[in-house]
């Protein structure tokens, strides 16, 4: 029987990346020891916790790498749990040595798109444009973050068929769910100890809440992150342009002229806190009807006005970046956990907000917009 040596096996365990955090168990340091004998080997691995659900999968994974560069050799697998050093000292590799707390998308040189998503009124939209814009940067294979802060409606969870699931931690890192094309998901509700549970959020408690969806999360190498904020100008806008002042902010709004004025306060808002307006959507803009005309039941012009009026306010191009038709698919999408965008990418609101996600992430990955700190020569 050829001889294996215990480096061939570590090398063959890089192979295997812990299911949920999805790095190599080697690097993880989830590999305890290794023992070779004539005609076995085990596997001994280290659990972040104890009962973890995805131990089946571990082992299965670990005796198929192991089996494929020692067939001759009968592989086992024991389970054992990490100490509470080892588990800390697991998270500051994830953290890639950094301080806790550190909000990984505002440090220099983060190339991650922070896109915050705001609207003056509740019920206009926001989510289900959040969902589908997120969706379609997915799909075009970037990899997407969504922070549901919403913490009047947090119905990304639901827009996206994730149902009752909860993050996992570890330690004090907290595991993002699942979601479908590889995007991860957190959601204040998922804060909560229970899902039907009213909490009363005040300034501090959302400050604290959104802290700790960016910075105790680990999200792991994304090239855009969404934020669903909640409606109006209110304390969670100020906490997010306190700790992302370079989220980009698209602003949603109906076409209604109510709706538009506070859509703009909301981007003037957003500028306060030096974030940058990078357009309007304009959704439920009007219904298509079987004749071809276009029935503008919430009325006309309200994008327009609110790119114009941020164009006038900030001293930028703030442009209407798309008009999204009323259509019953994309609510049915929503409530059955299937966004439009990949339930019938075809469909006129789909093909819009596909658009929209283009336009947005066409620009180069992170650099673009970002402050270089360089001052013209002689200029300083
Ligand atoms: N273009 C559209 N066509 C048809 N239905 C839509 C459209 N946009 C949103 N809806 C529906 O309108 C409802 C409100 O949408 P959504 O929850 O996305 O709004 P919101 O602005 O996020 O609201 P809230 O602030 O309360 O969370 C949902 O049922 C959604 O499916």
């Known amino acids: 029987m ?5 480096d061939q096996v570590r090398e063959a365990l890089n192979a295997v990346n812990d299911p949920e ?11 305890d020891t290794v023992t070779i004998t004539d005609d076995s080997i085990t596997v001994r691995l280290l659990l972040t916790v104890a009962g973890c659900p995805l131990k089946d999968t571990l082992n299965r994974d670990v005796t198929a790498a192991v089996t494929k560069v020692a067939p001759a050799h009968l592989v086992s697998v024991e389970m054992g749990v990490m100490t509470d050093e080892q588990r800390k000292a697991m998270q500051e590799h994830l953290r890639g040595g950094r301080a806790e707390r550190e909000i990984p998308f505002a440090q220099a040189g983060s190339l991650t798109k922070v896109y915050a998503i705001a609207s003056g009124k509740g019920g206009v939209g926001k989510s289900s444009v959040t969902v589908n814009l997120a ?3 997915a799909r075009r294979g970037l990899k997407v973050g969504i922070v549901d802060a919403d913490i009047y409606g947090h119905s990304i969870p639901d827009m996206l068929g994730l149902g009752d699931q909860r993050p996992t931690q570890v330690e004090e890192m907290i595991m993002p769910v699942p979601a479908a ?12 100890p229970r899902k039907d549970q009213v909490v009363a959020w005040r300034g501090p408690m959302l400050d604290r809440a959104l802290v700790q969806m960016l ?43 109510a709706a538009a004025q506070v859509a703009e306060r909301a981007g003037t808002m957003a500028s306060m806190m030096h974030q940058r307006v990078v357009g309007v959507i304009e959704n439920m803009s009007y219904l298509q009807l079987p004749n071809g005309e276009r029935m503008e039941i919430f009325g006309s012009g309200g994008a327009d006005e609110v790119a114009k009026g941020l164009t006038a306010r900030l001293g930028y191009d703030v442009p209407l970046l798309g008009r999204v038709p009323l259509e019953e698919k994309l609510r049915e999408g929503g409530d059955t956990g299937h966004p439009i965008v990949a339930a019938d990418p075809a469909a006129p609101s789909a093909t819009v907000l596909q658009d929209i996600a283009d336009t947005l992430s066409g620009r180069q990955r992170g650099l673009a917009g970002m402050q270089l700190g360089l001052s013209p020569a002689g200029r300083l």
Do not use: C, N
């Not at 790095?23 to 340091?29: A, D, H, Q, S, V």
């Open 2 to 6: 050829a001889a294996v040596t215990e």
């Open 21 to 31: 955090i999805k790095r190599p168990i080697t690097e993880l340091g989830m590999v």
């Open 135 to 137: 969706l379609a940067m």
């Open 181 to 192: 094309e590889g995007m991860k998901v957190m959601s204040i509700g998922m804060l909560k």
């Open 215 to 257: 910075a105790d999360v680990y999200w792991g190498d994304l090239d855009a992150l969404f934020l669903d904020l909640p409606p109006g100008t209110g304390d969670m806008a100020i906490s997010l342009g306190q700790h992302l002042p370079g989220a980009e902010v698209v602003v949603v709004t109906t076409p209604q002229q």
